[in-house]
C-alpha cells in the first residue's frame, strides 16, 4: 500500500471497506432521515444566550483566535425533570421561570461573573507563597530595572519630557494587575506605539506654534529660532495625555461590544511588516539624538526621508562626547544581549546590562562634567514625586480620533501576540475581549496623570519571565521598583546623556529588524503572505505609521477578495472502482463519466466572482450554453424554409436533398440576415433535433458532448442573491441545449439560502441534490440506461415538411426577472 512511510502496514481487513445504501438526493435524505428543522429563537432565547455569550467569555480565558468564543455557548447546567426542556414561555415552562431565575441569579453565579471582569480573584486566592513568590520578587526587582530606563527612554519618542517615561512605566500596571488576564506580561511603554503617540504630538505641537522672541526663551529649533520649550512640552504632555484617555475610551468599549476578534485581521506578515517599518522610523529618531544633531520635526508622508536628509546635512554638527557615548552603548548592550541569549540555559538570570550601562554613563558625565565641557545633550531635569491628576482635554478628540483608533488597535494587537506566546508555553489562556478592556482602563487610568499609551515591551516582557515570573505579583514588584525611581532616584538620573537613552533604545530594536530574515522564508511558502508583509512594511516608512498600517490592512484584505474572486476550479473525474473524484489535470487514471463533466468550484459564490464560476463552466465543459442554443435556433429557421421550398425532406436515413436541385441549404453562414425574419426568442423552444448529428445546413453549431453537468459544491460556503440567481439562469440555459445540471457535496446552508433566494419552483426542484458527487453520477447512469432511446428528427422534420403554415416556436412562459440584463444582452450579441 501507499502509506507513505508508515511504521506498519494496516491489516489487510482494515485495508478497504465497502459500503452499500441508497443513492441519496436531497429531498430522499431528509425524508428517511426525518430532517428535524430548526425552530427559530424566541427573543427571550436570544437575550438568554447573549448573555451566556458574554459570561463565557469573559470567564473562559480563551484567546481572540479560539473559534468556540464566537458560538453562543448552549445551556451546560443540568436540567431537572418539567424544568427548562421546553420553549420558556410555552405551558410546561412557565412554573419554572422562578428556578431558572433562581438558579441563574444564585452566589456561586455571581462570583462567577466578578471573576470574569476581575480576574484577580480567580488566580490570587491560588497563588503559592512559598514556590511563587521569591521568584515574583527576583522578577519584579530586574523587570522594575529594565523599566525605569526604557520608561525614560521611550518617552524621547513622544517628545515629551523624558520624566513622564517613568509616570508611564508605574501607573499602567496598577490597574492591569487587577484587570489582566496574561501572568507574564510586563505592562507599560513599547517603541512602536510610542512612536506613533509621538507623531500625534508631534503635528499637534510643532515648534513652529511656539516661537518667541526677546529673553524668555529656553531652547532652539533646528533654523536656530528661540523656542519656548516650557510651553511647549507643557502643551506636548497635554495632547499625549489626552490621546491616551482617548485611546483607553476606545479599547473599554471594543472590550464590552466583544469585538477583540479585531485583532484577527492584523495577520502576522502585516504585523511584522509593520514593526519591521516603525523599528526603522524608530531608528532615524533615535539617530539625530544620538548625533546630537537640531532637526525640524517632520510628520506625515516622506517625514523619515526628509529627517534623514536633514540629518546627514547637519551631520558635521555631531557632538563627538554623545556620539562616542551611543555607539560605545548600543555595541556593549547588544553583546551583552546576544551573550544572554546564547547562554540563556547557563546563566540563572539575564544579565541587565541597561542598567549597568545606564548608572556607568551617568557617573561618567557627572564626573566629567559633559554638558559643560563639551556641550553633551543630558536629561537635565527629572521631576520629583507625583504631579496631580488632571482632565484631559476634550476639545482635542476630534482632532486625534482617527490617530487613536489605530493605536488602541496596534497597542492591544502586540499585548495579545505577547501575552498568547507565554500563555501557551505556560498552558493557560488569556481571554481577548477582556484584555481590551484592562488595558482601556489602564489607559483612562494613567491618561489622568499625564502618561501617554501602555502596551507591553517584548525585551521587558522576556527579562520578566526568563528571571522566574510567575504572575503579575512581579509586575507589582517592577512598579514598585519604578516607584523609587520617581519618588527618590530621579534626581540622580539627571547628568545622563540623551544619546544613552536613544542608544538602548536603538539597541532593544534587534529582534524586529531580524524580522527582515522572515522574508525569504515567507516567499518560499506563501507568496501572498511576503507581499503583504513587503507591502506593508514600505506602505509604513513612505506613508508614515498611522497610514502605513491601513494601506497595508487594505492590501492584505484586497488579496484575500482576490483569492476569493479567482479561486481554483478544476474539471474532476472518476478513479475506476472508487468513488473518490480527483481533477483530470492531475491523475493520469482519473476517468471522466461518458457524457458527464463535473466542476468542482472552491470559493463561496457572490457577486464579484460569478463571472469567474460562468468562464469556469465554459472552459470546462467546452462550449458557451448561449450560443449554441442561439445558434440552434437560427439552423431551425433555415431548415424550415428549405423544408418549404421542397429542398430538403425528411427519410427514415435523416434529411437529404431532392435530385438536381441546388441545395441551398449549404449557404454560408456568415452573410447577414434580416434580424425582423430572426427575432430570436430568449425562452424554451419545443422543437428538438439530433445536434450532434451532420445537418444539412451549414450552420457552425459546436457539439454538446454532454448530457449532464455536476457541480461539486462542497467547497461553497455561502450563496448571495446575485449568485442564486445566476445559477438559476445557468440551469435553464444547460437545460434548454439538453444538459441537465445536479448539484452535489453542497453544505446544508445552501439549500436554506436558495429557498429564502425563491430558487426551487416546478421547473427547478430540490431532487437535482445530491448528497455526493458519486450519488449523482450514478442516478445519471440509472437514468440513461433506462431512458427511451428514439430518434426525434425525422419526426420534427416530418412535421415541418407536412405542415403548410409556418411552424410557431412556442416559448415556454417564465417569469421575466430570471434573465438579468447581462444574459440579455449576451443573448443578443450572440444572435
Known amino acids: 500500500m501507499a502509506a507513505g512511510g508508515r511504521a506498519a502496514e494496516p491489516l489487510p481487513e482494515l485495508s478497504h471497506y465497502v459500503v452499500a445504501r441508497p443513492i441519496y438526493s436531497e429531498p430522499g435524505f431528509q425524508e428517511e432521515n426525518e430532517r428535524r428543522p430548526p425552530l427559530p429563537p424566541t427573543l427571550r432565547e436570544r437575550a438568554q444566550a447573549a448573555c451566556r455569550w458574554v459570561r463565557a467569555a469573559g470567564g473562559s480565558r480563551g484567546a481572540p483566535s479560539r473559534g468556540h468564543e464566537l458560538q453562543p455557548p448552549r445551556d451546560e447546567e443540568p436540567r431537572t425533570p418539567g424544568c427548562g426542556q421546553t420553549r420558556p414561555g410555552s405551558p410546561a415552562s412557565v412554573g419554572c421561570v422562578h428556578h431558572l431565575f433562581s438558579r441563574r441569579c444564585s452566589r456561586k ?38 523599566a525605569t530606563l526604557q520608561g525614560l527612554a521611550y518617552a524621547l519618542l513622544v517628545a515629551v519630557p523624558v520624566g513622564y517615561g517613568l509616570y508611564s512605566a508605574f501607573f499602567p500596571i496598577l490597574t492591569y494587575f487587577f484587570l489582566g488576564t496574561s501572568r507574564h506580561i510586563s505592562v507599560g511603554p513599547f517603541p512602536v506605539v510610542s512612536l506613533m503617540v509621538g507623531s500625534v504630538v508631534l503635528s499637534m505641537a510643532p515648534d513652529e ?83 546630537n544633531v537640531s532637526t525640524k520635526n517632520y510628520n506625515g508622508v516622506l517625514s523619515i526621508i526628509y529627517t534623514l536628509v536633514e540629518t546627514f546635512e547637519k551631520i558635521g554638527t555631531t557632538n563627538i562626547a554623545d556620539l562616542i557615548a551611543g555607539l560605545l552603548t548600543i555595541f556593549v548592550c547588544m553583546v551583552v544581549k546576544e551573550i544572554n541569549d546564547r547562554f540563556k540555559h547557563k546563566i540563572p538570570i539575564p544579565i541587565p546590562i541597561e542598567v ?61 501576540s505577547v501575552g498568547k506566546v507565554y500563555a501557551t508555553k505556560y498552558d493557560y489562556a488569556i481571554d481577548g475581549n477582556q484584555e481590551f478592556i484592562a488595558f482601556g482602563f489602564s489607559n483612562i487610568f494613567s491618561g489622568a496623570f499625564s502618561c501617554f ?62 524580522q527582515v530574515f522572515d522574508v525569504p522564508r515567507l516567499w518560499r511558502q506563501n507568496k501572498v503572505d511576503a507581499m503583504i508583509w513587503v507591502f506593508t512594511c514600505i506602505a509604513s516608512i513612505i506613508l508614515g505609521l498611522d497610514l502605513g498600517l491601513l494601506a497595508g490592512l487594505l492590501f492584505g484584505l484586497l488579496t484575500v477578495v482576490l483569492r476569493v474572486q479567482f479561486p481554483s476550479w478544476g474539471g474532476f473525474g472518476n478513479i475506476p472502482g472508487t468513488d473518490i473524484y480527483k481533477k483530470v489535470k492531475d491523475y493520469k487514471n482519473v476517468i471522466e463519466p461518458e457524457g458527464v463533466k463535473i466542476l ?24 458557451d450554453a448561449v450560443k449554441v442554443y442561439n445558434k440552434r435556433l437560427k439552423a431551425l429557421r433555415k431548415i424550415q424554409k ?65 448530457h449532464s453537468l455536476i457541480l461539486d459544491f462542497g467547497a461553497v460556503t455561502f450563496l448571495d442573491i446575485v449568485a442564486v440567481r445566476s445559477i438559476k439562469t445557468i440551469i435553464k440555459e444547460f437545460e434548454r441545449i439538453d444538459v441537465r445540471v445536479y448539484f452535489a457535496s453542497y453544505q446544508d446552508n445552501l439549500i436554506s439560502q436558495l429557498e429564502r433566494g425563491a430558487f426551487f419552483d416546478d421547473t427547478v426542484r430540490k431532487d437535482i441534490f445530491f448528497l ?24 420534427k422534420i416530418s412535421l415541418m415538411q407536412e405542415s403548410k403554415e409556418p411552424i410557431e416556436f412556442s416559448e415556454a412562459s417564465q417569469p421575466d426577472d430570471e434573465l438579468d440584463v447581462q444574459e440579455e444582452a449576451m443573448r443578443r450579441l450572440a444572435s
Not at 119 to 133: A, D, F, M, Q, S
Not at 605 to 620: E, P
Not at 776 to 793: F, K
Open 109 to 146: 453565579r455571581a462570583f462567577q461573573i466578578a471573576k470574569s471582569f476581575l480576574p484577580i480573584l480567580e488566580w490570587l486566592p491560588n497563588y503559592r507563597v512559598k514556590e511563587w513568590l521569591i521568584s515574583d520578587i527576583i522578577s519584579g526587582l530586574s523587570t522594575g530595572l529594565v
Open 209 to 291: 506654534n511656539f516661537l518667541i522672541e526677546g529673553s524668555n526663551a529656553t531652547g532652539t529649533n533646528g533654523t536656530g529660532a528661540l523656542i519656548d520649550t516650557e510651553s511647549r512640552d507643557a502643551q506636548r504632555v497635554l495632547i499625549a495625555s489626552t490621546l491616551t484617555f482617548l485611546v483607553g475610551i476606545l479599547q473599554v468599549i471594543f472590550g464590552v461590544l466583544q469585538i477583540g476578534f479585531i485583532v484577527r485581521y492584523l495577520a502576522d506578515p502585516l504585523v511584522g511588516g509593520f514593526t519591521t517599518a516603525a523599528a526603522f522610523q524608530v531608528l532615524v529618531s533615535q539617530l539625530k539624538i544620538v548625533l
Open 356 to 416: 549597568i550601562v545606564t548608572i556607568v554613563a551617568t557617573g561618567i558625565s557627572y564626573a566629567a562634567d559633559l554638558e559643560k565641557k563639551y556641550n553633551a545633550g543630558i536629561v537635565k531635569s527629572i521631576p520629583r514625586g507625583f504631579l496631580p491628576p488632571e482632565p484631559p482635554n476634550v476639545s482635542l478628540f476630534s482632532q486625534m480620533i482617527a490617530a487613536s483608533f489605530s493605536i488602541a488597535v496596534v497597542a492591544y494587537a502586540i499585548a495579545v
Open 453 to 514: 499609551v501602555a502596551t507591553t515591551a517584548l525585551s521587558r516582557t522576556a527579562v520578566q519571565e526568563s528571571t522566574g515570573g510567575k504572575t503579575q505579583v512581579a509586575g507589582i514588584i517592577s512598579a514598585g521598583i519604578v516607584l523609587i525611581s520617581i519618588v527618590a532616584l530621579g534626581k540622580l538620573l539627571e547628568p545622563l546623556q540623551k544619546s544613552v537613552l536613544a542608544a538602548v533604545v536603538i539597541a532593544n530594536l534587534k529582534g524586529m529588524f531580524m
Open 600 to 623: 468542482k468550484f472552491s470559493s463561496p459564490i457572490f457577486y464579484a466572482n460569478i463571472d469567474g464560476l460562468k468562464s469556469s463552466l465554459k472552459s470546462t465543459v467546452g462550449f
Open 642 to 706: 428549405l423544408i418549404k421550398k421542397g429542398k430538403l425532406k425528411a427519410t427514415k436515413n435523416g434529411i437529404i436533398s431532392e435530385p438536381g436541385i441546388n441545395n441551398e441549404a449549404f449557404e454560408t453562414d456568415e452573410e447577414p440576415e434580416d434580424n425582423q425574419d430572426l427575432q430570436v426568442p430568449t425562452k424554451e423552444v419545443e422543437i428538438q433535433v439530433d445536434w450532434n448529428s451532420e445537418l444539412p445546413v451549414k450552420v457552425n453549431i459546436p457539439k454538446v458532448p454532454i
Open 772 to 795: 455526493t458527487v458519486h450519488d449523482a453520477v450514478l442516478y445519471i447512469r440509472n437514468q440513461m440506461t433506462y431512458s427511451d432511446n428514439q430518434d426525434p428528427i425525422f419526426e
